[in-house]
């Protein structure tokens, strides 16, 4: 059971999640961060304020897999995330301890695995 | 000379001069208020070039206006385009164009300047959230002055539709079938959005939508009550339909929203009010105020199943111009047709009050301005795609075009962003809050 975090451009998280669902994964949870990957300054000019934008939207994907679908994940988003260029993002996977399903009580495994599924 | 005398010389009317002051005022407002009808209804990401296609509009068309478009519109050469008489503002003076105007050509010239404006604004509708702005700019130079001042020529001129009899009292040719025609052709020679079709494309904030149609609608009471250049019976009878007819337009919209979706949607409102004016702009001046209120019902039908076709298809023509302006222009004024009344107009009967002829030339605007609108309109792009890219890549249309066409964001949050200082500047002389 493990935590896939995926970070990737905000233009590519519909792609993302194509994929995650041709990849049959389910379960996802996506937030709005910003931050700074090493990529190239976007400059911005109002008014004669001309800015640098330091810090890049970026939309941050989590999902919880059971160990059959950690690949799965990890392949949609880098495959739903490349474009090629700096700033495309990262992918972290990291050990998960326990899960737990609010409505039936189901732990680890069975909380991660679709309902259906 | 001294103006009052000039004014004397030539029977200016000083009540009609000062409304068409002011509709021309009211007329350029509806550009910035279709620009944020426009930017309501795309994806944030686009906000800022959608609204500024509008604005660009204004800064092009008012040109090219002034430089050969207007001697095009409404010059005398022949009766398909108006020739060179007033290019570049040669004997527009403040005396009237002819014995019939009451108002200097001058007013004359800047009121039918503000209708080239919006129409070239109406047309990029249909290619917002990918078309280049620079392609955009002279698409917008080209068509004011190919299509644009040739349709007005032919409807309100001395051209061959004019001359021929056809009514369309604010612009059912030259403005409302140019851009909607017009604009199905720009979108099939620009093509879909990377997206369309793949992804649901959403309006981003319905309130600039409904704000914008109500400016629009507010705009529009100069548009159609000024195109009888006065303050005559027409303007009366057309700044009264104005009101009638979109309020008839928006309760129908709000029934067939009903019946399709069991509710009543703002977005589908603010496209109402929208289709409302559009249908009683060709006959705003020529029909009863109860048959406007019919028009808006019955002109409503059509362009809402056009509105729920068209998204079915691959024509991503984005925001609709061709339901919302070219069909209900179309409808209108094919209307005047069969409803116009003499007793009402003072020129001519529709078919209705036993006036046959009057549907025939009603008919031949609306196949002719259709057809020209969309061969020169996918022309001219076609042209210009020779010569310059006419969209941006795939991978900037996904960026937005607010940050790849104009470095800007609309809804700049300036987390993260840091400020650039001209090198030499600001030595010395640091902001007070900084020091401590």
Same mark, same amino acid.
């Given at each position: 059971?493990? !935590?896939?975090?995926?970070?990737?451009?905000?233009?590519?998280?519909?792609?993302? !999640?194509?994929?995650? &669902?041709?990849?049959?994964?389910?379960?996802?949870?996506?937030?709005?961060?910003?931050?700074?990957?090493?990529? !190239?300054?976007?400059?911005?000019? &109002?008014?004669?304020?001309?800015?640098?934008?330091?810090?890049?939207?970026?939309?941050?994907?989590?999902?919880?897999?059971?160990?059959?679908?950690?690949?799965?994940?990890?392949?949609?988003?880098?495959?739903?995330?490349?474009?090629?260029?700096?700033?495309?993002?990262?992918?972290?996977?990291?050990? !998960?301890?326990?899960?737990?399903?609010?409505?039936?009580?189901?732990?680890?495994?069975?909380?991660?695995?679709?309902?259906?599924? | 000379?001294? #103006?009052?005398?000039?004014?004397?010389?030539?029977?200016?009317?000083?009540?009609?001069?000062?409304?068409?002051?002011?509709?021309?005022?009211?007329?350029?407002?509806?550009?910035?208020?279709?620009?944020?009808?426009?930017?309501?209804?795309?994806?944030?990401?686009?906000?800022?070039?959608?609204?500024?296609?509008?604005?660009?509009?204004?800064?092009?068309?008012?040109?090219?206006?002034?430089?050969?478009?207007?001697?095009?519109?409404?010059?005398?050469?022949?009766? $398909?385009?108006?020739?060179?008489?007033?290019?570049?503002? @040669?004997?527009?003076?403040?005396?009237?164009?002819?014995?019939?105007?009451?108002?200097?050509?001058?007013?004359?010239?800047?009121?039918?300047?503000?209708?080239?404006?919006?129409?070239?604004?109406?047309?990029?509708?249909?290619?917002?959230?990918?078309?280049?702005?620079?392609?955009?700019?002279?698409?917008?130079?080209?068509?004011?002055?190919?299509?644009?001042?040739?349709?007005?020529?032919?409807?309100?001129?001395?051209?061959?539709?004019?001359?021929?009899?056809?009514?369309?009292?604010?612009?059912?040719?030259?403005?409302?079938?140019?851009?909607? +025609?017009?604009?199905?052709?720009?979108?099939?020679?620009?093509?879909?959005?990377?997206?369309?079709? %793949?992804?649901?494309?959403?309006?981003?904030?319905?309130?600039?939508?409904?704000?914008?149609?109500?400016?629009?609608?507010?705009?529009? +009471?100069?548009?159609?009550?000024? @195109?009888?250049?006065?303050?005559?019976?027409? @303007?009366?009878?057309?700044?009264?339909?104005?009101?009638?007819?979109?309020?008839?337009?928006?309760?129908?919209?709000?029934?067939?929203?009903?019946?399709?979706?069991?509710?009543?949607?703002?977005?589908?409102?603010?496209?109402? $009010? #929208?289709?409302?004016?559009?249908?009683?702009?060709?006959?705003?001046?020529?029909? @009863?105020?109860?048959?406007?209120?019919?028009?808006?019902?019955?002109?409503?039908?059509?362009?809402?199943?056009?509105?729920?076709?068209?998204?079915?298809? %691959?024509?991503?023509?984005?925001?609709?111009?061709?339901?919302?302006?070219? #069909?209900?222009?179309?409808?209108? $004024?094919?209307?005047?047709? +069969? +409803?116009?009344?003499?007793?009402?107009?003072?020129?001519?009967?529709?078919?209705?009050?036993?006036?046959?002829?009057?549907?025939?030339?009603?008919?031949?605007?609306?196949?002719?301005?259709?057809?020209?609108?969309?061969?020169?309109?996918?022309?001219?792009?076609?042209? $210009?795609?020779?010569?310059?890219?006419? %969209?941006?890549?795939? %991978?900037?249309?996904?960026?937005?075009?607010?940050?790849?066409?104009?470095?800007?964001?609309?809804?700049?949050?300036?987390?993260?962003?840091?400020?650039?200082?001209?090198?030499?500047?600001?030595?010395?002389?640091?902001?007070?809050?900084?020091?401590?």
């Amino acid at each position: 059971m493990k !935590l896939v975090i995926g970070i990737v451009r905000p233009e590519k998280a519909n792609d993302v !999640l194509e994929a995650l &669902y041709r990849a049959q994964v389910r379960g996802v949870s996506l937030s709005r961060v910003q931050g700074h990957g090493g990529e !190239l300054d976007r400059v911005e000019t &109002y008014r004669g304020t001309t800015v640098k934008m330091g810090l890049a939207d970026k939309v941050r994907f989590e999902v919880a897999v059971s160990e059959p679908f950690v690949e799965a994940a990890v392949g949609a988003l880098c495959e739903g995330g490349r474009t090629g260029e700096v700033g495309d993002g990262k992918v972290f996977v990291v050990p !998960l301890e326990r899960a737990v399903r609010i409505r039936t009580g189901d732990t680890d495994e069975g909380a991660v695995t679709p309902v259906g599924a | 000379m001294d #103006i009052t005398l000039l004014a004397q010389a030539a029977k200016i009317d000083t009540g009609d001069t000062a409304w068409m002051l002011g509709a021309t005022a009211l007329v350029l407002m509806m550009t910035p208020a279709l620009g944020l009808f426009y930017a309501g209804l795309v994806r944030s990401k686009n906000t800022l070039n959608t609204f500024m296609m509008c604005i660009a509009a204004i800064a092009i068309a008012a040109i090219t206006w002034a430089a050969i478009g207007y001697s095009f519109a409404f010059g005398d050469a022949n009766e $398909i385009i108006g020739g060179f008489d007033y290019a570049f503002l @040669s004997d527009v003076t403040l005396a009237p164009k002819d014995d019939e105007s009451t108002i200097p050509h001058l007013l004359f010239f800047a009121f039918q300047g503000t209708f080239c404006i919006i129409t070239v604004a109406l047309i990029s509708g249909a290619v917002v959230e990918r078309m280049r702005f620079g392609a955009f700019l002279l698409f917008a130079a080209l068509w004011s002055v190919l299509v644009y001042a040739v349709l007005a020529h032919w409807a309100f001129g001395p051209g061959w539709l004019f001359n021929g009899g056809t009514l369309d009292f604010a612009g059912g040719v030259a403005v409302e079938m140019a851009s909607g +025609f017009g604009a199905l052709a720009a979108a099939l020679v620009v093509g879909a959005r990377k997206d369309y079709g %793949r992804q649901a494309l959403l309006p981003h904030n319905a309130v600039y939508s409904l704000l914008g149609a109500g400016l629009l609608w507010f705009g529009w +009471f100069g548009f159609n009550g000024g @195109s009888g250049f006065g303050t005559g019976v027409n @303007s009366v009878l057309a700044f009264t339909n104005t009101l009638l007819c979109p309020a008839a337009a928006l309760v129908a919209w709000f029934v067939m929203d009903l019946i399709r979706g069991r509710t009543v949607t703002a977005v589908g409102a603010a496209t109402a $009010i #929208i289709v409302g004016c559009v249908l009683i702009t060709p006959a705003g001046g020529f029909i @009863s105020p109860g048959w406007a209120i019919l028009l808006g019902v019955a002109g409503a039908l059509p362009c809402y199943a056009v509105i729920a076709f068209r998204p079915r298809t %691959r024509v991503d023509e984005t925001l609709d111009v061709l339901a919302a302006h070219g #069909i209900a222009g179309f409808t209108g $004024i094919l209307f005047i047709g +069969f +409803f116009a009344q003499k007793s009402w107009n003072a020129l001519s009967d529709g078919l209705l009050y036993g006036n046959a002829e009057q549907l025939l030339d009603q008919v031949l605007a609306a196949v002719a301005a259709p057809a020209y609108a969309f061969a020169a309109t996918f022309i001219l792009l076609k042209v $210009i795609g020779l010569v310059m890219p006419l %969209r941006t890549s795939e %991978r900037e249309e996904a960026l937005g075009m607010d940050v790849v066409q104009h470095g800007e964001e609309a809804y700049a949050t300036g987390e993260g962003a840091i400020l650039v200082v001209p090198e030499g500047e600001l030595e010395g002389e640091r902001p007070v809050a900084d020091v401590a």
